[in-house]
């Protein structure tokens, strides 16, 4: 009797050892589960945009998506114009385009990509002191309204030249009210 419980155990042993080295991978990403995780990435929000940016400083764990990290950032217009840095919102808003164009659903998702990105610049303009941050929210206006209606960031210089004719005076502001306060 025991012989034939060993050989029992041994044979379900086996066939458990023979299912679990034989068996499928995972099923792969669907385009819904795919379409879900976009969605949540590509919000308005800033707990939209931390999900992203925590995914995006741990790729490795969304391989199975196949997303397409790539960026050129703020494209042909500065990445940090007079100081400003818009890097990640420009990364963020190329890996919504680039993604949503991959799975043939760019068109009715533009709108609130194009919206995400300018949330996100008005984010990153709020880290900035009051006195430069109009130049600031005057630089994002003016990218968003060119990926808004061009589809990709193109500055003209005039538009830099206007924003940082406004960070200086607010620059200039700032140096009064410190010299004020400092009396």
């Given at each position: 009797?025991?012989?034939?419980?060993?050989?029992?155990?041994?044979?379900?042993?086996?066939?458990?050892?023979?299912?679990?080295?034989?068996?499928?991978?995972?099923?792969?990403?669907?385009?819904?589960?795919?379409?879900?995780?976009?969605?949540?990435?590509?919000?308005?929000?800033?707990?939209?945009?931390?999900?992203?940016?925590?995914?995006?400083?741990?790729?490795?764990?969304?391989?199975?998506?196949?997303?397409?990290?790539?960026?050129?950032?703020?494209?042909?217009?500065?990445?940090?114009?007079?100081?400003?840095?818009?890097?990640?919102?420009?990364?963020?808003?190329?890996?919504?385009?680039?993604?949503?164009?991959?799975?043939?659903?760019?068109?009715p998702n533009k709108a609130r990509l194009d919206s995400?990105?300018?949330?996100?610049?008005?984010?990153?303009?709020?880290?900035?002191?009051?006195?430069?941050?109009?130049?600031?929210?005057?630089?994002?206006?003016?990218?968003?309204?060119?990926?808004?209606?061009?589809?990709?960031?193109?500055?003209?210089?005039?538009?830099?030249?206007?924003?940082?004719?406004?960070?200086?005076?607010?620059?200039?502001?700032?140096?009064?009210?410190?010299?004020?306060?400092?009396?």
């Amino acid at each position: 009797m025991p012989r034939r419980l060993l050989t029992t155990l041994a044979a379900s042993t086996l066939a458990v050892l023979a299912i679990l080295g034989f068996a499928s991978p995972a099923a792969a990403v669907t385009l819904e589960q795919k379409l879900s995780v976009l969605s949540n990435w590509t919000q308005t929000s800033v707990g939209s945009y931390n999900a992203w940016n925590s995914a995006r400083t741990n790729q490795g764990a969304w391989a199975e998506y196949a997303f397409n990290w790539t960026t050129d950032y703020c494209s042909s217009s500065p990445d940090n114009p007079l100081g400003f840095n818009f890097e990640l919102s420009c990364y963020r808003h190329d890996f919504g385009y680039r993604n949503y164009k991959s799975v043939g659903q760019f068109d009715p998702n533009k709108a609130r990509l194009d919206s995400a990105f300018y949330e996100d610049l008005r984010r990153s303009c709020a880290t900035y002191n009051a006195f430069v941050r109009p130049a600031c929210y005057s630089l994002a206006w003016t990218y968003y309204q060119a990926v808004r209606v061009f589809g990709s960031v193109i500055i003209a210089q005039s538009e830099l030249d206007k924003a940082a004719k406004l960070k200086a005076e607010g620059e200039r502001q700032a140096a009064a009210a410190a010299a004020a306060s400092a009396r």
